[in-house]
């Protein structure tokens, strides 16, 4: 939620976060995915209903145009027209574009139910990709951490050889006898 409204918690380090927890097991996948995914949904609405009950006047304020510039502002507008939809669909996964769209999407007056379905669905995706990413992170560790403990026991066996070979080497050395004893 605070990464949505523009705090510096971005949602993807989270979903990434989450499946690598899912994968070491520290949480459950259900109540983890209805954490995540209400979180995901209520932030997007959030923006959205920011950009409905305040409109155009919101996002000409000086303070928002570090978000949505005048034109940008625009050029969202006229693509909103025809393919609203899409727009919140591909609007999440665009880089920098975000809450942009969910802002355009509140000022364009886009019913809220067309709203949530396309975000919905969209989020879902979101969760899928980023929450695999880091399941599969999570269990390449744990595969990663059984190699290492394999190569810690050859690595430990391989020393004491050597210094088992090397006290046997300074023994047979040190009791041999010298050519002046052999003669």
Same mark, same amino acid.
């Given at each position: 939620?605070?990464? +949505?409204?523009?705090?510096?918690?971005?949602?993807?380090?989270?979903?990434?976060?989450?499946?690598?927890?899912?994968?070491?097991?520290?949480?459950? !996948?259900?109540?983890?995915? *209805?954490?995540?995914? +209400?979180?995901? *949904?209520?932030?997007?609405?959030?923006?959205?209903?920011?950009?409905?009950?305040?409109?155009?006047?919101?996002?000409?304020?000086?303070?928002?145009?570090?978000?949505?510039? !005048?034109?940008? *502002?625009?050029?969202?507008?006229?693509?909103?027209?025809?393919?609203?939809?899409?727009?919140?669909?591909? +609007?999440?996964?665009?880089?920098?574009?975000?809450?942009?769209?969910?802002?355009?999407?509140?000022?364009?007056?886009?019913?809220?139910?067309?709203?949530?379905?396309?975000?919905?669905?969209?989020?879902?995706?979101?969760?899928?990709?980023?929450?695999?990413?880091?399941?599969?992170?999570?269990? @390449?560790?744990?595969?990663?951490?059984?190699?290492?403990?394999?190569?810690?026991?050859?690595?430990?066996?391989?020393?004491?050889?050597?210094?088992?070979?090397?006290?046997?080497?300074?023994?047979?050395?040190?009791?041999?006898? @010298?050519?002046?004893?052999?003669?």
């Amino acid at each position: 939620i605070l990464g +949505g409204i523009g705090l510096p918690f971005p949602e993807d380090t989270t979903l990434i976060l989450s499946g690598f927890l899912l994968a070491h097991q520290v949480i459950r !996948p259900l109540p983890a995915f *209805l954490v995540i995914y +209400g979180g995901l *949904l209520l932030s997007d609405f959030f923006l959205y209903s920011v950009g409905r009950k305040y409109g155009r006047t919101l996002v000409e304020h000086k303070r928002f145009h570090r978000i949505l510039s !005048p034109d940008r *502002l625009s050029n969202l507008e006229g693509k909103f027209k025809n393919r609203d939809g899409w727009m919140v669909l591909l +609007g999440r996964h665009l880089l920098g574009l975000r809450a942009q769209v969910f802002l355009v999407s509140g000022v364009m007056r886009m019913s809220p139910a067309k709203f949530l379905l396309f975000d919905a669905v969209s989020a879902l995706f979101t969760i899928l990709v980023m929450g695999g990413i880091g399941y599969a992170g999570g269990n @390449s560790i744990q595969a990663l951490r059984r190699g290492l403990a394999r190569i810690e026991q050859i690595a430990i066996l391989a020393i004491a050889i050597l210094i088992a070979g090397g006290f046997l080497f300074y023994y047979f050395k040190s009791n041999r006898p @010298s050519k002046a004893n052999r003669e």
